[in-house]
């Protein structure tokens, strides 16, 4: 999946397991909480990717030392 930038943003490339991840997480999002949510939540995501891509920190993930 590429993500084109945006508004001077950084682009970037998902691998083919970060992308089905993705599309696994907005298909849990969606059924759980509806298609507002899952849209809400993918945004989200996409930017602390672009974030990431900028040297920005994001929010520490669960799980790491």
Do not use: C, K, W
């Amino acid at each position: 999946m590429f993500l084109p930038p945006r508004d001077g943003m950084a682009n970037f490339r998902l691998s083919d397991r970060a992308r089905a991840d993705l599309i696994d997480i907005y298909d849990f999002t969606e059924g759980a909480f509806g298609p507002y949510q899952a849209e809400a939540y993918h945004a989200g995501l996409e930017r602390s990717a672009m974030r990431s891509t900028r040297g920005v920190p994001s929010p520490r993930l669960r799980g790491e030392g």
